[in-house]
């Protein structure tokens, strides 16, 4: 792990970027995109893609795709003792909420502290739509001094803080898949691909995979690679767990989304054998942008190149860097390797 992957780690969770509101991470991504490939390219919902050409006539197109949104909050209503009322954009629970400090983001680009307040009655009932958000102001018009509107966004604050092999942060769902193009992109840099490589972020997943349903009408793929971010499942401290930081590239053979291409995932499985990645067989009952990438139009194989997480939409989401490096020598392996034959045997392994 280089201090540049960090760097570019720790730049990118501490983005605010809520679903619909994604500019900020594709300026950054945009950043690191232009160097490293032949143009940058957007849907008309904001989805950013580098691409990268083979140069060949009529050449087959592999989608990368990430998503740069995050879960969070809207200002719904800010009240006369300067209380802000919200609701969730995404799925985030209660009891991820109250007390949590929050940086909510102004139309102007202002960023503010705040925290989640509510009384106790409130908390005994369990009732989170009736929490607020406390700026520190005593009315409704110091509130409004600040620049702050109905419709502004907010999200859970979470340093960037390495601990060990570990780093707590929050948005890795799914700014964990944002890094990793950047650094595909830039280790594919002086390959010769066989196919034109569109690689890049999608927006809009957290609210109903908006973003990936576009770009997938925007680039017509004839494969498909997910990157995202899952919630591990290894609390209990049982082997027998489903999902467990450290152990490598998640190998996810179902979720609610995807009944995933069976030849796809035998040479996810099989890279990681001939090169010693560390894998670990995965599934559970959410789902990706692969939903919609695998079934537009007469459709293509997608695969999930994933890693998990312990505390998935909290402000303390924790990944392992082992893992992290595993998906990527994973994911590169998978694309430096790939070619126009095995595209076409990937479409027939289903048939």
Known sequence: M????????????QIVGISGDEKEVSKALSAHYKGLCDEVIYDNLGSIFAVKKCGKENAKR????????EVGFMITEIHDNGLL???KIGDIADGAMYGSRVTLKTREGKELTGAIVADGDTLEKGEGKKMKIDLGCASKKEVEDLGVFVGDSAVISGDF???QNRVFAKAWDNRFGCTLTVELLEALKDVELDYDLYIGASVMEEVGIRGGTSATGLIHPD???VLDCSAANDYAGKEEEVGKLGKGVLVRYYDKGMMPNRGLLDELVRVCKENNIDYQYFYNMEQTDAAWIHKLFSGCPT???CICARGIHTASTMIDLHDYDCAKEAAYKVLSELNEEKIEAFKASNR
């Open 2 to 13: 280089t201090e540049k992957t960090l760097e570019i780690m720790k730049e990118l969770t």
């Open 303 to 305: 695969l999930s190149v």
């Open 161 to 163: 803080v390495q601990v």
């Open 85 to 87: 009322s919200f609701i």
């Open 223 to 225: 494969m498909g690679i």
């Open 62 to 69: 592999v989608m990368v795709c990430a998503h740069m949104d």
